[in-house]
């Protein structure tokens, strides 16, 4: 009766009134052993039932990861791959699940990547390739799982999908090109992708395409060019040997040219690959000496949330490790203004958190006291110590980092903005909080011996009590955090 049992299941768990009752009944653990059941019937019901139940409950789907369910789905991935109702519940339940970073680690010591690349090719509708290219987006947020998927030929498939839906004028077809453009970016960004490239290039796939970038005007549409910028970036990211082949230059002009037209699309595309270009410290100082910063800086005036977007990740991979570069963006009052502006677009999370870490950047990578009295006369001091709250751990250390290098160099520039934005009172709230990570932690006490050397800061560190906190830190668990306790504790007493 298991079967017909899981299947009453799984049309019950259809009614939003009914997922309670059988979550306070643990229907959900007890399903969760007949997936490793060979009765596909089973499987497909059990599957079901159990998607059903956890659909849009973090709490649930972090204990499905827990108690071990994706590998029981990859393993449902790989036994039945030609079983469209199974393929298809497993890779739903991936799509739910692959935003957890609990379910990104489990999937990486799992060849879920060999399986997707695998549904890619064999995926015959949009609705198939939609859930893939969903799961692979979610997924490439890992960086462990990126290398996986660019190993596992996950480029190379969305390079066929591209080839063959390229100059088709359905709307469907121009999604699909969209959504695989988009994650082929995803992957190349900060992928190791060598001998991925190496394949392609010994293809010599990436001519054409190289040619259209460099001659060709803009005579079959924007989307069609926009798929072989996608296209080019795939097969032909190389970016030492597209910088020789004289491929900035070409990729300025055109969108500049396009800035002009107000072509969205099409910008969106070239800084999709100045992006990438930008990724080598070699790179980056040739670019700089193209004067990139001062023509890409024309996009300010862009009213397009993308764009913008693209924009910031551009900037902010250029100031990345340059010192020149965080001076030339640090100097400029109309940019610094406009971060400061976007800081605080509630509407566009993603141009806040870029526009965040631009300036965090700007401030980490350069050395110089005009750039931080810049920063401060813009209002951008208070949206850094913000981010230094922010839900992601990379921002925080950002921040952190940004804003102790920036009061080595000129405290006294900045002291007020910290008293105003309560920079002490927030660094105290992360020692104290048990959830922050070590490196977080870390780095707050890194910031607050800096904010010793000012009367009136170290004055609130006293009134605030840190002291305490930092004895208690004493004895963490992490090494390097009770180091840095000792160290802050010894600044405090004036010992040091």
């Known amino acids: 009766c298991a079967v017909k049992a899981a299947h009453v299941l799984s049309e019950i768990a259809k009614h939003e009134e009914m997922k309670k009752p059988c979550i306070d009944a643990d229907l959900v653990l007890t399903l969760i052993p007949l997936l490793e059941s060979t009765d596909q019937e089973m499987l ?8 059903r139940i956890c659909y849009d409950n973090r709490d649930l789907q972090e204990e499905l990861v827990k108690v071990g369910v994706i590998p029981s789905l990859v393993r449902i991935l790989t036994d039945y791959a030609e079983s469209e109702p199974l393929v298809h519940v497993a890779l739903l339940a991936l799509y739910n699940l692959a935003d957890l970073d609990s379910a990104k680690e489990a999937l990486s010591r799992t060849k879920v990547a060999e399986q997707l690349v695998k549904q890619l090719r064999r995926a015959e509708s949009h609705e198939r390739l939609e859930i893939v290219f969903e799961v692979l987006q ?34 469907e077809d121009t999604c699909i090109v969209k959504a695989a453009s988009d994650l082929i970016v995803s992957l190349l960004l900060g992928a190791e992708l060598s001998h991925f490239l190496t394949r392609e290039l010994e293809k010599k796939k990436a001519k054409s395409i190289v040619l259209i970038l460099a001659r060709r005007e803009n005579s079959q549409g924007k989307d069609s060019l926009n798929s072989e910028f996608a296209l080019f970036l795939s097969l032909y990211g190389n970016c030492l040997r597209m910088i020789q082949l004289g491929v900035i230059h070409q990729l300025l002009d055109l969108l500049e040219k396009h800035v ?15 992006q990438n270009l930008a ?3 070699v790179s980056k100082v040739q670019m700089l000496e193209e004067g990139i910063t001062e023509r890409i800086e024309a996009l300010l005036r862009s009213q397009s949330p993308p764009v913008q977007f693209k924009l910031l990740g551009t900037l902010r991979m250029l100031a990345d490790g340059q010192a020149d570069a965080a001076e030339i963006l640090g100097h400029d009052p109309m940019l610094l203004n406009r971060l400061v502006h976007w800081c605080s677009v509630s509407d566009h999370s993603g141009i806040c958190r870029e526009a965040n870490r631009l300036l965090a950047s700007i401030l980490q990578h350069n050395r110089s006291q005009e ?10 001091v208070k949206h850094l110590v913000s981010m230094t709250t922010s839900e992601h751990a990379a921002m925080q250390n ?22 105003e934005s ?27 011996c800096r904010l010793l050397n000012s009367g009136d800061l170290r004055q609130e560190i006293e009134e605030d009590k840190i002291k305490d906190t930092l004895e208690r830190l004493c004895s963490h668990s992490n090494a390097n955090v009770v ?4 160290t802050t504790l010894q600044v405090l007493r004036g010992e040091t």
């Open 398 to 419: 950002e921040a952190l980092n940004a804003l102790a290098i920036a009061s080595a160099i000129d405290l006294e520039t900045l002291e007020e903005s910290f008293k």
């Open 279 to 281: 990724i080598p410290v």
């Open 260 to 274: 002009q037209s107000g072509d969205t699309s099409v910008q969106q595309a070239a800084l999709s690959a100045l």
């Open 44 to 51: 497909l019901h059990a599957g079901r039932a159990i998607g």
């Open 138 to 171: 979610a997924l490439a947020e890992n960086d462990a799982l990126k290398v996986q998927l660019v190993d596992a030929g996950v480029p190379e498939a969305l390079s066929e999908i591209l080839l063959r839906l390229q100059g088709s004028s359905q709307a």
């Open 422 to 448: 309560q920079l002490v009172q927030s660094l105290h709230k992360l020692l104290q909080d048990d959830d922050t990570s070590p490196e977080v932690k870390y780095n707050s006490m890194g910031l607050l």
């Open 483 to 486: 180091k840095e306790a000792i």
């Open 371 to 380: 750039v931080v009295k810049a920063i401060q006369a813009a209002q951008g």
